[in-house]
């Protein structure tokens, strides 16, 4: 099925009684059972809940994946995946990943007595020298937030497969409309639905999509075990988002892709960190292994008052941590959302401004661009 008919075709055999074309919420804890003895398919919302089985089975099938499970939020996902690892056992992540994961693996993870390796990802040497006989897992972003640094994700599967280890790919940046994982040979997807998978800022959600049967059992197990599971009614916004993924992403990535050739020309501006441009390092891979550079922006000024001031300026993108949203949103990530792990993330400039584009007029956002530029020239030289 193509993708666009996949977006609004459900193919879930979760039953509603009368037919409703919008899948209804199921805002019950428990279900009666048909007898003593005979339980139905749902009896308590922890294990089961047909809003979000029908919300499950779609995301598989986007993911292109057999299994997927969704959580509270991103965290709980990337949470209920650690929990596939015992004490002793070594998992490998990267330099740039977003900071709530590396909180959680730093803080918590370890706490278990699991080993943590931060490496850059995106050089294969890196992982042959991190690897141990106790590694189990591997945990990447591509392309990375804020740096937009890009993994080659089949050359690091057939790595580390050879060794038996499990990569899993937080896809949260590209959604699957842009890059699907589990076809380049990761074992497991993660996401935080809260960003482009919802789409409106108006929910937190999180993801994880798998095709092995056995690691599928396990995360079943751990979402009700833990408790954790996406409840009935952000389920039911998180359908109604997905229906538009594809109208939202294909306009918000065009005009994400002016925006960038705009910054580029402009001499105020020092780099421009964007998957699509031609002089990003790793363009060629990129093209290769995901159907478009997506939404999020990068780039640095070289001075840090100047970039503070730019921010301050916009009138039309929010002063806001995450992305993927239909407003447009403006970050110093060095001060927002990474600035617990600026330390460890060597590579992070303080002047670098992060822009999450969303569906505004392209040229009404150039202008508002424009202006911030302008006006920090005469304010500040
Ligand atoms: C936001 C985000 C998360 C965390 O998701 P929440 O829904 O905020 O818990 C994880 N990974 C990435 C890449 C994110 O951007």
Request: hydrophobic share 40%; aromatic share 6%; charged share 15%.
């Amino acid at each position: 099925m193509n993708r666009w008919t996949k977006l609004v075709h459900q193919t879930s055999d979760v039953v509603d009684a009368y037919a409703a074309n919008s899948t209804p919420i199921y805002q019950t804890a428990t279900f009666a059972q048909a007898t003593l003895t005979n339980a139905n398919r749902f009896d308590y919302s922890r294990s089961g809940n047909p809003t979000r089985s029908v919300l499950e089975n779609q995301l598989a099938n986007l993911e292109s994946a057999q299994y997927a499970f969704t959580f509270n939020t991103g965290i709980a996902a990337i949470n209920a995946v650690t929990q596939l690892l015992n004490q002793g056992d070594h998992i490998i992540f990267g330099n740039d990943i977003y900071g709530g994961t590396h909180r959680l693996l730093t803080q918590l993870v370890s706490a278990r007595g699991i080993q943590t390796t931060q490496i850059d990802t995106t050089d294969i040497q890196a992982f042959k020298n991190a690897i141990t006989p106790a590694t189990k897992l591997v945990l990447i972003e591509t392309p990375s937030n804020p740096l937009l640094l890009i993994t080659d994700i089949q050359q690091l599967a057939d790595l580390l497969h050879e060794k038996k280890i499990k990569l899993a790919v937080d896809n949260t940046l590209l959604s699957p409309w842009l890059q699907q994982p589990l076809q380049l040979g990761a074992d497991i997807v993660i996401h935080s639905a809260t960003k482009h998978l919802a789409g409106h800022s108006d929910l937190t959600a999180g993801v994880v999509a798998v095709n092995d049967g056995q690691i599928a059992e396990k995360i079943a197990f751990i979402q009700n075990a833990t408790g954790c599971a996406l409840a009935p009614f952000p389920a039911w916004l998180l359908l109604r988002g997905i229906k538009t993924l594809g109208l939202r992403l294909e306009r918000q990535q065009a005009t994400a892709t002016i925006i960038a050739d705009f910054l580029s020309s402009k001499s105020a501006i020092k780099q421009v960190y964007y998957p699509g441009l031609s002089n990003h390092p790793n363009y060629d891979l990129h093209q290769k292994q995901a159907q478009g550079p997506g939404t999020v922006i990068s780039f640095t000024t070289g001075n840090i008052e100047k970039s503070q001031h730019i921010v301050a300026q916009t009138k039309l993108c929010k002063i806001s941590v995450s992305f993927g949203s239909l407003v447009s949103l403006i970050s110093l990530p060095y001060h927002m959302s990474h600035a617990s792990i600026r330390h460890a993330l060597q590579q992070l400039p303080e002047d670098l401004i992060r822009l999450s584009i969303g569906i505004k007029e392209p040229i009404d956002l150039c202008n508002d661009l424009d202006q911030c530029l302008s006006n920090t020239k005469t304010n500040l030289n």
